[in-house]
C-alpha cells in the first residue's frame, strides 16, 4: 500500500502539464501590446521609462527562457535589439520647448491687455458700492429727520412760527432730491461699468475684447497640442508602440 502511495504520487507530478508554446505567445504578445499602449506618469520619481524598458526586457527573456533557445529567430532577436537601441537614444524637445514659451509669453500679453482694463472697473466697482451705500443711509437720515420734524414751535408769534416751520421743511425737503439725484447718478454708472465687466468676463461678442478672446483660445488649443507632442516625444510614445509590435509581430511568425 505504502509503495502504491508513492507511486501514485509520482505519477501525477509527472502528469502536471508543461505551458504551451501558443499560449506562451499569445501571453506575450498581448502583454507586448499593452506595454506599447502605456502612459507615463508626469510626476518626477514616478514610472518612467527606464521602468518600462525594464519590464518588457524581463517580459522578454522569460518568454526566451520558456520557449528555449531553438525556437527564437533572428527576426525576433533582430527586434528586441532594435527596441533598446532605438529606445536608448536621447530625446530632445528643445524645439517644442519654444514653441511653448513663446505661445505663453504671446498668451501672457493678451491676458495682461485685458486685466489692465478689467481691473479698473472692478476697483471702480466696488468705489461705487461703497459710495451707494452711504448715500442711501444720507438719504434715510433725511428722510427721517423731515418725518421728526417738530410741527410747531413754543412762539408766541404765530407769524413766526409759520416763517420757521416753513424755513425748516424747505430746507429738510431740498436735501432729498439731491441726494436721490446722486444715488441714481451712481446707481447708473455702477451699472455701466458691470455690463462692460460682463462682456469681457462672459466673452461675449459685444465686447471690444472679443477678437482678444478668440486669438487665446486658439492659442490654448495649440499650448495644449504642443504640450501632447512633448509628452508624445519625452515618452517616446510612437517608437515605444512600433518597436512591442515588430517584436509581437516576430513572435507571431515563430512555429
Same mark, same amino acid.
Given at each position: ?41 508626469? *510626476? ?19 518568454? *526566451? ?12 532577436l533582430a527586434s528586441r535589439h532594435n527596441l533598446n537601441d532605438r529606445l536608448s537614444e536621447p530625446v530632445s524637445t528643445s524645439s517644442i520647448d519654444e514653441d511653448i514659451s513663446r505661445l505663453r509669453s504671446d498668451m501672457s500679453h493678451i491676458e495682461e491687455k485685458i486685466e489692465a482694463e478689467r481691473a479698473p472697473m472692478v476697483s471702480r466697482i466696488s468705489e461705487l458700492k461703497a459710495m451707494q451705500a452711504e448715500c442711501s443711509r444720507d438719504l434715510e437720515r433725511e428722510r427721517k429727520r ?42 447708473? *454708472?455702477?451699472? *455701466? ?63
Amino acid at each position: 500500500m505504502k509503495n502504491q502511495s508513492f507511486h501514485q504520487r509520482k505519477i501525477r507530478i509527472q502528469e502536471t502539464p508543461k505551458l504551451d508554446f501558443d499560449q506562451l505567445k499569445a501571453r506575450t504578445i498581448n502583454a507586448l501590446h499593452k506595454l506599447g499602449q502605456q502612459t507615463f506618469s508626469p *510626476e518626477p520619481g514616478g514610472y518612467a521609462l527606464e521602468n518600462w524598458i525594464r519590464g518588457v526586457n524581463v517580459l522578454l527573456d522569460e518568454f *526566451e527562457e520558456k520557449a528555449g533557445a531553438a525556437r527564437i529567430s533572428p527576426e525576433y532577436l533582430a527586434s528586441r535589439h532594435n527596441l533598446n537601441d532605438r529606445l536608448s537614444e536621447p530625446v530632445s524637445t528643445s524645439s517644442i520647448d519654444e514653441d511653448i514659451s513663446r505661445l505663453r509669453s504671446d498668451m501672457s500679453h493678451i491676458e495682461e491687455k485685458i486685466e489692465a482694463e478689467r481691473a479698473p472697473m472692478v476697483s471702480r466697482i466696488s468705489e461705487l458700492k461703497a459710495m451707494q451705500a452711504e448715500c442711501s443711509r444720507d438719504l434715510e437720515r433725511e428722510r427721517k429727520r423731515l418725518a421728526d420734524a417738530p410741527v410747531g414751535q413754543n412762539n408766541n408769534s404765530l407769524f413766526a412760527h409759520f416763517f420757521a416751520k416753513n424755513k425748516t421743511t424747505k430746507n429738510q425737503e431740498n436735501k432729498i432730491p439731491e441726494l436721490e439725484s446722486k444715488l441714481s447718478t451712481l446707481t447708473s *454708472e455702477a451699472l *455701466e461699468h458691470q455690463k462692460q465687466l460682463k462682456m469681457i468676463d462672459l466673452h461675449l461678442p459685444e465686447s471690444r475684447f472679443a477678437e482678444a478672446w478668440k486669438q487665446l483660445e486658439l492659442m490654448r488649443t495649440r499650448l495644449d497640442e504642443l504640450e501632447k507632442e512633448r509628452v508624445e516625444r519625452t515618452q517616446l510614445v510612437k517608437e515605444r508602440a512600433e518597436a512591442t509590435g515588430s517584436i509581437a509581430d516576430a513572435i507571431t511568425r515563430i512555429p
